[in-house]
């Protein structure tokens, strides 16, 4: 079964330090997002991506995040100068399209920073 | 602004019991409403996708139903077995905007005791 997949698993960074996320959405899928769970609290919304650029984002998806989809097949989150804050799980999600509006997540990226 | 929130936080249960989870969510103008379940450290598992127009989906021994005129999913689990252990949460879509950005809730952490 097709599925979103996302590495690192775990990465630990100093502060300051600049960090790139990686995604492989499911093939067929035209949206794409990322989402970050600070541990204890809920899932937030950080950007979804379409036809490569930014469709939406949220207030914490400041200068501080960029995202990208270099070579149509890997979506990435860089986190740039990261700050103790920003240690979460970072989720990738993908969808087919608007219109049913299923989401399927990946295992989830861990963020680290000392 | 959506909130979403989820009741009980926790619940133990015996297994062979069926047991309800609750979500409320306080703008009934939503798209459409999906469940997860998250096991610990993982990423999210999508279990049930309710379109607005509609009033159930079924999916094995799990049965969500939506209410949105009084803002309300409610998670049915038939039999429970120590398997189902984990967190689910429920997350709306609302109209408006390019994408499918979802609002989740706090979730309930599940316990199925053999």
């Known amino acids: 079964e097709p599925e979103v997949t996302q590495t690192p698993s775990h990465q630990v960074t100093q502060m300051g330090q600049e960090v790139i996320l990686r995604c492989v959405p499911i093939?067929?899928?035209?949206?794409f997002y990322w989402y970050r769970q600070i541990l204890g609290q809920k899932v937030e919304f950080l950007v979804s991506f379409y036809n490569n650029e930014i469709s939406e984002k949220s207030e914490i998806f400041d200068d501080q995040f960029s995202v990208e989809r270099p070579d149509g097949s890997n979506f990435t989150l860089k986190i740039r100068s990261t700050k103790l804050e920003d240690s979460a799980m970072y989720f990738c999600?993908?969808?087919?399209?608007?219109?049913?509006?299923?989401?399927?997540f990946g295992e989830g990226s861990r963020l680290t920073v000392l | 602004k959506q909130e979403v929130t989820q009741i009980p936080a926790a619940l133990s249960v015996p297994e062979g019991e069926n047991l309800v989870l609750n979500c409320s969510f306080t703008d009934s103008a939503i798209y459409n409403l999906q469940w997860f379940r998250q096991d610990p450290g993982k990423g999210l598992t999508s279990l049930l996708l309710i379109q607005s127009s509609q009033r159930e989906q079924t999916s094995g021994r799990l049965n969500a139903s939506l209410d949105k005129s009084s803002g309300r999913s409610t998670l049915y689990i038939a039999a429970s077995q120590p398997g189902d252990s984990a967190t689910y949460l429920c997350?709306?879509?609302?109209?408006?905007?390019?994408?499918?950005?979802?609002?989740f809730g706090t979730g309930t952490l599940l316990a199925v005791q053999p």
């Open positions: 093939s067929n899928h035209l949206y």
């Open positions: 997350a709306v879509r609302g109209y408006g905007g390019a994408t499918n950005k979802l609002i």
């Open positions: 999600a993908s969808a087919p399209g608007l219109e049913i509006g299923e989401l399927f």
